[in-house]
């Protein structure tokens, strides 16, 4: 098994000395990284919630089996036969 | 086999398959990278001559490389798209760009750290930093052309077009430390790519890094590619029922 190879915590944060270059080069990568996970799942609810929004304008839309629909059909036939 | 490939190229197929495939491949690719950056942060021995700071080698080699091969990706897929037409191909090309950049962003970020302590600068005009600088420009001019266009198809074409002029880039970065005596090492130094100019404590780690790299480009050019193709198969059934779970098992929060 390979050994831990710093005296404690605070000799590991030091890194010998380059802990603003080791730890700016780690902190950027999982910075970068965890953008590019996040993106895509932010994008899934906004591409979710527009499709909704979407399906709900057709709905009003083509009002064929809405209950919304059936109404404004049923005025504009009284409407026709006036 | 083929007829998987072929499944793969049908937008539909290519969810199916993916939806069971997306957590497996995500557990994997966490439990490499923790690993990985761990071991090479706190259990590889230090370098007898850049002490701890060579530890970047870890993030440093695999996004380097990375950025190459999904470069390589990107073409493959654009190359398809035109010749086949195929509709997925573009999608995944699309969605290779940003993770490309990304990673293209982190290479030579952490390459200026490495070099400062090493080489004494965060930055030089060498052959391989600069040609790796111009693949960055690259990947952001694909983006860019892609949504100059009013019609998705015009952009689609245009990008593809550029992703393959772009090409040309790339072994030039790959032998730009043969073929130019600058200041970069050739790889082969490092002992990634002849395993025995470096002992394994130290690239065994880099191995685990390596591998949960590839797992992490997968998984986000394959999320990326399952939103694009909700986004542009929307008005296919199987689409709108989907949405419509969604909407039932209150996915998105209230809209």
Redesign the interface.
């Known amino acids: 098994m390979?050994?831990?190879?710093?005296d404690g915590v605070a000799d590991?944060l030091s890194?010998?000395?380059?802990a603003?270059?080791?730890w700016?080069?780690?902190g950027?990568?999982a910075v970068?990284?965890g953008?590019?996970?996040w993106?895509?799942?932010r994008?899934?609810?906004k591409?979710?919630?527009?499709?909704?929004?979407?399906?709900a304008r057709q709905q009003e839309q083509s009002p064929i089996g809405s209950d919304a629909g059936q109404q404004q059909r049923a005025q504009q036939q009284q409407g026709e036969a006036h | 086999m083929w007829q998987w490939f072929y499944k793969l190229g049908s937008p539909r197929h290519f969810y199916d398959m993916t939806t069971g495939f997306v957590p497996w491949l995500a557990a994997v690719t966490l439990l490499l990278l923790v690993t990985g950056l761990v071991w090479g942060l706190g259990f590889a021995p230090p370098d007898y001559q850049m002490g701890d700071n060579y530890r970047i080698i870890y993030i440093h080699v695999p996004t380097a490389s990375g950025a190459i091969w999904i470069y390589v990706m990107m073409a493959t897929m654009a190359a398809m798209h035109m010749i086949w037409n195929l509709k997925v191909a573009d999608m995944v090309a699309k969605s290779c760009a940003l993770i490309g950049a990304s990673f293209c962003a982190v290479a030579l970020f952490t390459g200026a750290f490495w070099g400062k302590p090493t080489w004494g600068t965060y930055w030089i005009w060498d052959a391989k930093l600069t040609s790796t600088l111009i693949l960055l420009f690259v990947y952001v001019g694909v983006m860019a052309l892609r949504t100059a266009f009013d019609s998705d198809t015009a952009g689609s074409k245009a990008a593809s077009v550029l992703t393959l002029v772009g090409v040309v880039n790339l072994p030039i970065i790959y032998y730009a430390a043969y073929w130019w005596n600058t200041l970069h090492q050739r790889s082969s130094e490092l002992g990634v790519r002849d395993a025995s100019a470096n002992p394994p404590e130290i690239w065994i780690p880099a191995f685990f890094s390596g591998f949960g790299l590839i797992g992490l480009i997968f998984l986000v050019i394959i999320l990326h590619t399952r939103n694009e193709i909700l986004l542009r198969e929307r008005r296919a059934q199987w689409v709108q029922e989907l949405v419509q779970q969604a909407a039932a098992q209150n996915e998105v929060g209230n809209a």
Do not use: I, T
């Open positions: 390979p050994e831990f190879q710093f590991f890194m010998g000395g380059y603003l270059f080791v700016a080069s780690y950027f990568f970068v990284m953008f590019n996970l993106l895509p799942y994008q899934r609810v591409v979710l919630r527009l499709l909704q929004a979407r399906q």
